[in-house]
């Protein structure tokens, strides 16, 4: 079988103290052809972000987006689109709904069934066989 020494076995002092000098040279060399190539590639990283690409145009400040003056919306009820004035006299309607009860919306009759409903809901927890 074949093992990998892994500088784990016992060497003679001086065959150990030349292997760890050659890694140390290997890791030093390593490091400044780092640097080297990283030099090298310096001036294409710098030409690079000098360049500006003319198409693009920049954002408008979100100052001006705030400022802007929208002249159509959607209706919150079914998202129909709506003009500026239309959407106005949607939202009063609506502020004016809101005083008004929510039992008033609903007819007695309906109001009724709902607790019939309610009740025999309850019921089932204790008398499962009820229909």
Do not use: H
């Not at 079988?1 to 290997?26: E, H, T, V």
């Not at 408008?60 to 998202?79: F, K």
Request: glycine residues 4%.
């Amino acid at each position: 079988m074949y093992q990998i020494d892994w500088g784990a076995r016992l060497c003679k002092a001086s065959r150990c103290k030349a292997l760890r000098q050659r890694n140390q040279r290997f890791a030093i060399a390593s490091c400044i052809g780092l640097q080297i190539s990283a030099l090298s590639i310096m001036p294409i990283i710098s030409y690079a972000e000098t360049q500006s690409i003319p198409s693009l145009q920049e954002d408008p400040p979100e100052e001006v987006l705030r400022a802007e003056i929208y002249t159509d919306a959607r209706s919150p009820i079914d998202g129909k689109q709506l003009s500026a004035a239309e959407y106005t006299e949607l939202m009063e309607k609506l502020r004016s709904l809101d005083s008004i009860p929510p039992e008033d919306f609903v007819s007695p009759k309906v109001r009724e069934v709902i607790g019939l409903l309610k009740l025999r809901k309850f019921l089932r927890q204790f008398i499962p066989f009820i229909p």
